[in-house]
């Protein structure tokens, strides 16, 4: 939700785009120049002065509200409370997972048992924690940062490691366009970090790639999971034959 504060900083933003200056200002509102200087300075103020202001800029405030929350900063990762929150339910982790891939709610609805209501339901709990915003209509933007994760130790992953990680891998692998590879070295550590960022390029591109084949017909698209991961890592069995 934005704060009045939040609403007077993107103001100020489009004063200067509109390059009006404080005087200006003051004569469109009516007041002494000092007066506005000191109202925008302290961040505060009526939702009616803020409309006057917009107007002042042939702004309207739906659109201010828009921009402020476009300036907001994205989501990075969620709080261990809040993984702990969306574990907790499995349509809810279904729901923040298809969000993630910028399904629609129609969508949802035609893929899985839920009904219109519970998707609905589970959207406003996204919206509550931060990672989406809800529009009219049951559409949403999401608020998460291109380099969002879950928690790497959090609640979500460890679900991951006891209930997903054995049900992908228990796969042959052998299907159209699928593959499994397990490559094992030593490679020097400074080194290291660049196939780490070459790996997370190739999740970029899967994502983005995800986002551009929206338009095609289902029928032309497949689901697919990539599961990426790089570790400092000896099979334990290997391990225990150590000298």
């Not at 917009?54 to 989501?75: H, I, N, S, T, Y």
């Amino acid at each position: 939700m934005s704060t009045t504060a939040d609403l007077v900083t993107v103001l100020k933003k489009e004063l200067k785009a509109a390059q009006m200056t404080y005087a200006d200002l003051a004569r469109e509102l009516g007041m002494a120049e000092s007066s506005v200087k000191r109202m925008l300075a302290k961040g505060d103020m009526p939702l009616s002065r803020i409309d006057a202001i917009c107007r002042a800029l042939k702004l309207d405030f739906a659109e201010l509200a828009q921009r402020v929350a476009d300036a907001q900063p994205m989501l990075k990762e969620l709080t261990a409370e809040q993984e702990r929150a969306v574990v907790a339910d499995e349509k809810l982790l279904l729901v923040a997972t298809n969000v993630l891939s910028q399904w629609t709610l129609e969508q949802m609805t035609a893929a899985y048992r839920l009904t219109e209501a519970e998707v609905i339901k589970y959207l406003a709990q996204l919206d509550r924690i931060g990672v989406i915003e809800l529009k009219p209509l049951n559409r949403y933007r999401l608020k998460v940062a291109k380099t969002f994760r879950w928690r790497p130790h959090g609640p979500v992953m460890q679900y991951v490691r006891e209930h997903v990680v054995l049900d992908y891998f228990g796969g042959g692998f052998d299907g159209s366009a699928e593959g499994l590879l397990l490559v094992h070295g030593s490679v020097s550590r400074a080194l290291a970090p660049s196939f780490l960022e070459r790996l997370q390029r190739v999740a970029q591109d899967f994502a983005q790639q995800h986002q551009m084949d929206q338009k095609l017909k289902d029928s032309d698209r497949e689901g697919y999971t990539l599961m990426l991961g790089m570790r400092s890592w000896e099979f334990a069995a290997f391990a225990r034959l150590r000298r």
